[in-house]
């Protein structure tokens, strides 16, 4: 089998429900969708979003059609690793981290969906999977919610069959984390996880201060509390905290995971499919993980379920609340896999 050609679509609109992190208002909802063509009419295809501003996906699409898709013409799909060592090659001039590496990512999961369609399976099963169902936490709890807002988001979560929720800190002083933190508690009950993710608004100093106030309330672990490529401050603080690091959403390839895990500066692994290399290194980087017995937990889901279905290390996969039409439905707090052939899922 051999790539016939790589079409790149691209939307842009703004998002219906603007959201916000301690790092950045998200108001865009851009995609770059890529279909690759074969000699024998199997296609494979990926849908990455990209968001953040209006020319995003064309700034993307414009990598893929220009630079990468050109140069993996005529080349088997079934070669995934050998497609992303010549990509990575390709784009050594500008880096192949950034924006080369989305583009890298796009191409990576549409050829596992192709090679998924071609052997007429699910890509988990060709992954040698370890379950068949993805326990599952509802991120729900964004900063633009005033209290009685997150308090109706983490019933609502509760109620699809949720295991727990994720909550966004760092907006506003301690004091106020904590009082939004402890509404959100006695919503899902003293048992349900309850994370912190602070999409790396903090100091050092600032990170162990708070760090220490979400331990004591119990939350399940204490996601980017720091700038993503500060690995010796992450190393510094996993000394000091008990509650768990969780980081990986913003590091791009695995070279930026190795150091971080062989220093113990993460207690639990996010890869992102976009910026972690798409399936090929976000499994490659979960295994790195499981060596040293750290849990895997995706930032997103979508495709990335079929990577968790493989993991030994897996934990969670992260979601959004459900769909409101009902095709999905969680059982025990889990996720079912997709049983399309290829990367088929149940969002994106
Ligand atoms: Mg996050």
Same mark, same amino acid.
């Given at each position: ?5 790589? &079409? ?13 992190? +301690? ?15 074969? /000699? ?7 849908d990455t979003y990209f968001g953040?501003?209006?020319?995003? @996906? ?5 990598? *893929? ?7 993996? =013409?005529?080349?088997? @799909? ?14 050594? %001039? ?13 191409? /990576? ?10 052997? #007429? ?22 900063? #633009? ?6 308090? +109706? ?16 800190? &760092? ?9 939004? *933190? ?11 996880? !309850?994370?912190?993710?602070? $999409?790396?608004?903090f100091s050092y100093s600032e ?18 509390? !720091? @700038?993503?490529? /500060? ?17 990986? #959403? $913003? ?17 639990? =692994? ?24 750290? @849990? %895997? ?15 030994? $290390? ?22 079912? !896999? ?6 088929s899922s149940w969002s994106h």
């Amino acid at each position: 089998m051999k790539i016939t050609g790589i &079409g790149v679509e691209v939307v842009s609109k703004p998002k219906a429900h603007a959201v916000r992190d +301690a790092l950045q208002l998200l108001d865009r909802d851009g995609h770059t969708k890529v279909v690759i063509e074969t /000699d024998e009419g199997i296609t494979g295809v990926s849908d990455t979003y990209f968001g953040r501003v209006a020319s995003s @996906p064309a700034v993307l699409a414009a990598i *893929i059609t220009d630079q990468l898709a050109p140069a993996i =013409v005529g080349d088997d @799909p079934t070669l995934i690793r050998q497609v992303r060592q010549k990509l990575w090659r390709l784009t050594d %001039y500008q880096g192949s981290t950034g924006l080369s590496l989305f583009g890298i990512s796009a191409i /990576d999961l549409a050829l596992w969906d192709l090679l998924g369609k071609s052997l #007429e399976v699910p890509v988990w099963k060709l992954l040698g999977a370890q379950r068949t169902s993805i326990p599952t936490y509802a991120m729900v709890g964004w900063l #633009e919610l005033d209290v009685p807002g997150l308090e +109706a988001v983490s019933t609502k979560a509760m109620e699809q069959g949720f295991r727990g929720v994720k909550m966004k800190v &760092g907006g506003g002083p301690l004091s106020e984390d904590i009082s939004r *933190i402890k509404a959100v508690r006695a919503v899902i009950g003293p048992d349900a996880p !309850l994370m912190v993710d602070a $999409n790396q608004a903090f100091s050092y100093s600032e990170a162990l201060r708070r760090g220490r106030a979400y331990s004591d309330l119990g939350c399940e672990w204490f996601e980017e509390p !720091l @700038p993503a490529a /500060d690995t010796e401050s992450h190393i510094r603080l996993a000394d000091k905290l008990d509650i768990p690091i969780a980081t990986g #959403e $913003n590091r791009y390839g695995q070279a930026q995971f190795r150091d971080l895990i062989t220093g113990g500066g993460v207690g639990v =692994v996010q890869p992102d499919l976009r910026r972690a290399g798409g399936l090929t290194d976000c499994l490659e980087i979960g295994l790195m993980a499981a060596g040293f017995g750290i @849990p %895997y937990a995706s930032h997103g889901g979508g495709a990335h379920i079929h990577v968790l279905a493989a993991l030994p $290390n897996t934990i969670y996969v992260e979601s959004g609340l459900l769909p409101p039409d009902g095709r999905v439905e969680l059982v025990d707090g889990c996720y079912p !896999l997709p049983l399309e052939p290829g990367l088929s899922s149940w969002s994106h």
